[in-house]
């Protein structure tokens, strides 16, 4: 199981992409111009995750996993 968990895991911070030449060099999902930080603010406003991807309809379910799970990781550091 923690094999499995640790692939979707990978495939998920995939969507994850940083270009010295794009939003700063932030974290955006799959070289779109939206910001994880972006993500992660609307869900701390209260948004569920199916009114953020009403608001953003380029975005898919796994980008919201994507981005918690970044948020999670860069909150150990």
Known sequence: MLCVNAIAMTQLLERITVNP???????????????????????????SAEQILEEMPDLEMDDLKASLAIGRVASRD
Do not use: E, H, N, S
């Not at 700063?24 to 993500?39: A, E």
């Open 21 to 47: 030449k794009q939003c700063g060099g932030r974290p955006c999902i799959r070289g779109m111009r939206i910001r994880v930080i972006d993500v992660l603010d609307l869900f701390a406003t209260g948004l």
